[in-house]
């Protein structure tokens, strides 16, 4: 019997211990957060009608200027539509913007970056000093110059500002890949006979790429945010079609009689900004490990 009861206690003792509930970290629930406002605005830029399916130019004289009801959540504009039919409707032009912004960023840069990085002598000479002089000037200011060169509009806008951020992306894939070529496990792989262009496919490539999808997470917000910045300049979408951006100028000389028409678009751009950085900055914490 007492050995029974001591097999029994030891069997006990060397049972694993009962898995503790644990509070999920702020930053995980801020990402999650961030994650169902990003899902929402991108829902929103791909299907507008399944969330506000009223006409964004239909305006009511009888209506303007309406502050925030039932029949308008979000209150009306100037000329008597509604607003929030047209902020879900203006997030496909701002949002895809940005993604046709950080596409042509990324693509050029990347390649140039590559370049620059697994070539000698004259190329990466080259390509630091083009992409010196393009960090030399802001990116709004930069994608002001260009859009002025070439004319307004969404589609000189996208190109504009992909080029402005061309240098930003160049830089940190050229230092990435200088890291990698000198990392240990590509000297191994040279040791084992790997060389030229399987090495570069295999190791290089592959790794010098990795920090990208954070980049160019944080990237979209700040992309978008500058196309919402050439149209309120005049200089992005034509009105009067639905654009975040072109919303608010046309709202900022009625802030005192409905302030909603103007901070309503920018709080949808605010939304946007904060949920793809949020998003950025969770998985670099993700891929360094500090999660």
Do not use: C
């Amino acid at each position: 019997m007492n050995s029974s009861l001591s097999l029994s206690a030891e069997a006990l003792a060397q049972a694993p211990a009962p898995r503790k509930w644990r509070r999920p970290r702020a930053a995980s629930v801020l990402a999650a957060l961030s994650l169902v406002i990003f899902a929402l605005l991108f829902i929103a830029a791909l299907w507008p009608s399944l969330l506000a399916p009223g006409d964004p130019l239909a305006a009511d004289r009888s209506q303007i200027l309406q502050a925030p009801s039932w029949q308008h959540p979000l209150g009306t504009d100037q000329i008597g539509r509604d607003v929030y039919t047209r902020i879900v409707h203006g997030a496909r032009p701002s949002i895809f913007l940005g993604i046709g912004a950080v596409a042509i960023s990324l693509v050029v840069g990347t390649v140039l970056g590559l370049l620059a990085g697994l070539t000698k002598r004259i190329v990466p000479t080259l390509v630091m000093r083009v992409t010196d002089i393009g960090a030399a000037f802001p990116e709004l200011l930069l994608a002001v110059f260009i859009v002025s060169l070439f004319g307004s509009g969404v589609f000189n806008a996208t190109i504009a500002i992909g080029i402005a951020g061309i240098p930003y992306y160049t830089r940190i894939v050229r230092a990435e890949t200088l890291r990698v070529r000198g990392s240990v496990y590509v000297e191994a792989a040279r040791s084992l006979g790997l060389e030229g262009l399987p090495l570069i496919l295999r190791h290089i490539v592959p790794n010098a790429l990795r920090p990208l999808v954070v980049i160019a997470t944080i990237g979209l917000g700040s992309a978008t945010l500058a196309g919402a910045a050439l149209s309120f300049l005049g200089l992005g979408n034509p009105p009067p079609s639905p654009e975040w951006g072109a919303m608010l100028t046309n709202a900022r000389n009625f802030l005192l009689m409905g302030w909603w028409a103007a901070v309503f678009p920018g709080f949808a751009i605010t939304l946007f900004v904060m949920s793809t950085s949020i998003l950025g900055r969770w998985l670099q914490q993700r891929s360094e490990g500090r999660l």
